[in-house]
């Protein structure tokens, strides 16, 4: 449904984007991960027909960034990094101001202002100013704003960022609803866990550069990060503690937990055979720990570094 072909995209002698490519598959939840700075916006600003890129093309549904931008406008929503919202109307005002941008018909547009209030679960609050709202409640109103004409497709850049978790899992039900009914969502954040919670697909990127992308299950294997195993024995015996690591040169001695850890590649299998191992050399477990991967072992053994705020 969107193709983004070897894209690049300077500011002045910044590289927000270089020779970026990616598919997204009509239904599917497109999370594209990364820190500040990385080049999520400029994707969204090119996505939405704002931002020309200096190379590359991208084509929306049949249409091309290039040429068709009212055509990809109709068909796409986009609830923007920063709120719009005009804080002294209601929340019912700013979708008639919103959805007025659109030559919806009147009655259509109440109609889906009505829909889209019921989405959000703001209904009871529509004929309430947005300055009586909290941050997490302008988000929502700012996700209903984008979707007052029906669109395929829903970009969210940030939508959870400074959100109370209330209201980041109010954001997520949201979304979670909308995809549900059939829309393709792409959906930015630098959150580890928010991209592992729903994303289909997963766009690592940072400093203007994929690093990696696909399913978690591919991200896994394309960073050959193994679950890891931690044998917490019951007293350091240095002579059964080296038996054990010179008879396996996989297995590491830490001491300062007095423990024993593995690197897996099947956890499952190979948990019985290892216990087996440390036994037989003569030590008494205390403690199993067992770690399996997720996306921020993902991450931090592809980019040598830890995704902070
Ligand atoms: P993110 O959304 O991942 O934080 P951005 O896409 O906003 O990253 O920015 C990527 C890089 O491009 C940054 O270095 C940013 O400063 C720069 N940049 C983005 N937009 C502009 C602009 N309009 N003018 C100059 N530099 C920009
Ligand atoms: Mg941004």
Redesign the pocket.
Known sequence: MIEVRAVSKS??N?K?LENVSFDIEKGEIFGIL?P???????IVNILNTLVKPDMGDVIIDGFNIRNDDDSIKLIMGVVP?EIALYEELSAYENLMFWGGLYNIPKPELKKNINKTLEIVDLAGRKDDRIKTFSGGMKRRINIACSMLHNPKILVLDEPTAGVDPQNRNHIFEVIERLNYEGITIIY?THYMEEAERFCDKISIIDV?HIIAQGTLKELRQISNVKDLLTIKLAAAESEIISRITSENPLFRYESASNSIKVECINIGKETSVIINQIQNAGAVIERIYTQGTNLESIYLKLTGKELRD
């Open positions: 500011f002045g910044i927000a990364g500040n700075g990385a080049g999520k916006s400029t990094q930015t203007g």
